[in-house]
């Protein structure tokens, strides 16, 4: 598995415990490494994944700007209203797309397999118009 997958997956992960626990980011993060240690017999030392904090990090200062522009694309569905998942899967791409300037297709990608792995196939379908038109709106 390539390296950025695994960290947008680990990113969301901890948006995940983030939004639902509603502690603060360096708590989630925290909470996420320990519990990779805690998998092992032997605790291990983990070590820091560098671009899924900056996802991490970036999202949290970013979100009320992106929850503005997802709820500007998502008619009919409050964001308090969507699952957590797809909540932070547009998230996430939403500011990887506007911020980290990986390309637009591969953020759009890689959400999509995100939504595929941990949501439903209608959150494939919703997160892709999202993601699109918020691409639209950034990128023209």
């Not at 979100?63 to 964001?79: F, G, M, P, T």
């Not at 397999?113 to 993601?131: H, K, P, Y």
Request: charged share 30%; aromatic share 6%.
């Amino acid at each position: 598995m390539p390296a950025r997958h695994k960290s947008r997956q680990r990113a969301l992960q901890v948006l995940f415990l983030w939004d639902q626990r509603k502690q603060g980011v360096e708590d989630a993060i925290n909470s996420f490494y320990e519990t990779l240690g805690s998998e092992e017999d032997v605790p291990v030392r983990t070590p820091r994944d560098g671009f899924m904090e900056e996802l991490v990090h970036g999202t949290v200062v970013k979100c009320s700007e992106i929850d503005q522009r997802i709820a500007a694309k998502s008619e009919n569905w409050r964001l308090e209203r969507m699952p957590i998942v797809d909540r932070n899967i547009l998230r996430m791409a939403a500011f990887e797309m506007s911020e980290v300037r990986t390309p637009p297709a591969v953020v759009i990608d890689e959400a999509l397999e995100l939504a595929r792995q941990f949501a439903g196939d209608e959150s494939v379908s919703f997160i892709n118009g999202v993601l699109d038109a918020i691409r639209r709106d950034i990128h023209g």
